[in-house]
């Protein structure tokens, strides 16, 4: 189940984490993130969409746009356009503000609508600022899902070709320089062992480095149920329907309901085994398994058992 290659996620400085919706991807990133800030590096963390899951994932109140000391070396925010606009302005425009710029933002909402990539690159320059500025060792951005993270990280190579001069064309260079570069950024695709989350994950790999120059860095595949036999026991699961009256026989009616729930859950396994063998078949990098959970756990519970089956995977 190890896949050493892949203990390089942690030692760049900015990873987007992305996958089909309901794969788990913000649990992975709330679960890298902790495990960087556990092993002492200053981190941060941060939601893309504002639904709070990541707030819920700490057992935190709701995050904001500032970042929020949510563990020892751990902080969290929440994107926000507004407040990353206001945080343009001061830093590259010069332009002070105090309080709300809620008309200059009901006009650049005007302006975004009208071209595609002016709000992701906002977005995006703020995590590619903070990477180049070294504020942390570890940006862990819970990123758009895989029908949408290609524009959102390709926003600046779109903007780019657009605008041929001034302060904006220059601005796209240096974020290209972070985002292009693959010793600084990275992506993490979560999938599950499951048919849909693999093909979006093998259509998102076919298009990703074509379209944004950002490379792909590690799969990680959540929700991986364990072998419960050896191959010779499951040979014998196999059969185990001929041996079903002497086994009531001994053992009561009951009994079949365990032989069902085992039948099918080795099933269950073997086909996702063979939807992960085809995402290996097409990809060679890294792959990262996190087990099943089998808990009613939530939150930091959960985060932890996650970041401990990832370290198990990365060291």
């Not at 929020?68 to 302005?89: G, H, I, K, Q, S």
């Not at 790999?205 to 050896?230: H, K, Y």
Request: proline fraction near 4%; charge should be negative; hydrophobic fraction near 45%.
């Amino acid at each position: 189940m190890t896949s050493g290659a892949g203990t390089s996620i942690l030692d760049r400085r900015l990873v987007f984490v992305t996958g089909k919706g309901g794969v788990g991807k913000t649990s992975v990133a709330a679960a890298l993130a902790h495990l960087s800030a556990s092993r002492g590096r200053r981190t941060l963390v941060c939601e893309m969409d504002a639904k709070g899951s990541l707030a819920d994932a700490f057992d935190a109140s709701p995050l904001e746009f500032k970042p929020r000391e949510v563990e020892p070396n751990l902080f969290a925010m929440a994107m926000n356009t507004e407040d990353a606009l206001r945080e343009y302005l001061r830093l590259f425009v010069r332009v002070p503000f105090l309080g709300k710029i809620g008309p200059l933002a009901r006009t650049f909402d005007f302006v975004a609508d009208a071209a595609p990539g002016v709000k992701e690159i906002l977005t995006i320059g703020k995590f590619c600022w903070e990477a180049k500025e070294r504020n942390y060792d570890l940006i862990v951005v819970d990123a758009e899902a895989t029908g949408h993270i290609v524009a959102q990280i390709g926003a600046p190579l779109v903007i780019r070709d657009l605008v041929q001069v001034g302060l904006v064309r220059d601005q796209t260079d240096w974020m290209l320089e972070v985002l292009h570069d693959p010793a600084v950024t990275g992506v993490a695709v979560v999938t599950t062992p499951e048919e849909m989350p693999v093909t979006e994950t093998l259509g998102l790999l076919d298009r990703l480095v074509d379209e944004t120059g950002v490379e792909a860095t590690t799969l990680v595949a959540n929700r991986v149920l364990p072998a419960l036999f050896d191959r010779n026991q499951a040979e014998l699961v196999d059969r185990l329907g001929e041996a079903e009256p002497l086994l009531v026989e001994a053992a009561g009616k009951n009994v079949r309901a365990v032989l069902e729930a085992a039948h099918i859950t080795e099933a269950r396994r073997r086909i996702g085994g063979a939807h992960l063998a085809r995402l290996r078949e097409h990809s060679d990098l890294p792959m990262l398994m996190v087990p099943e959970l089998f808990t009613r756990a939530t939150g930091r519970r959960v985060v932890s058992l996650v970041a401990e089956a990832l370290a198990e995977e990365l060291d």
